[in-house]
């Protein structure tokens, strides 16, 4: 049973930063692609970054871009989301999610996905 368990999520002023981490056990992780999406009210759930199993490729939505770092700790099965420099519309659930397919920014290609955290943005 692969298991999923974000944190770090809370409320920031603008501008400010976050590190969410994800806590991954049950499967190899060194052999799933992992990811983060996040979900807004009312909207559709949105691919945010996601590094595939041997650390060759990142993938970033254009939103977050140069913002946002995705990095993992294999050795401690640890997925984790720098957040600099946000925004109100960074407002939304976290949620991390893992998989063995390529890498991808579709959410119905992940098989695994973490219960989420809130993340606002706010003055």
């Known amino acids: 049973q692969v298991q999923l368990v974000e944190s770090g999520g809370g409320l920031v002023q603008p501008g400010g930063s976050l590190r969410l981490s994800c806590a991954v056990s049950?499967?190899?992780?060194?052999?799933?692609?992992m990811a983060w999406f996040r979900q807004a009210p009312g909207k559709e759930r949105d691919f945010v970054a996601a590094?595939?199993?041997?650390?060759?490729?990142?993938y970033y939505a254009d939103s977050v871009k140069g913002r946002f770092t995705i990095a993992r700790d294999d050795a401690n099965n640890i997925l984790s989301l720098e957040m600099n420099s946000l925004k109100p519309e960074d407002t939304a659930v976290y949620y991390c999610?893992?998989?063995?397919?390529?890498?991808?920014?579709?959410?119905?290609?992940?098989?695994?996905w973490g219960q989420g955290t809130q993340v606002t943005v706010s003055a």
């Open positions: 999610a893992a998989d063995r397919a390529p890498l991808t920014n579709a959410p119905y290609e992940y098989d695994y």
């Open positions: 049950g499967h190899t992780f060194s052999a799933y692609t």
């Open positions: 590094i595939n199993w041997s650390w060759e490729k990142t």
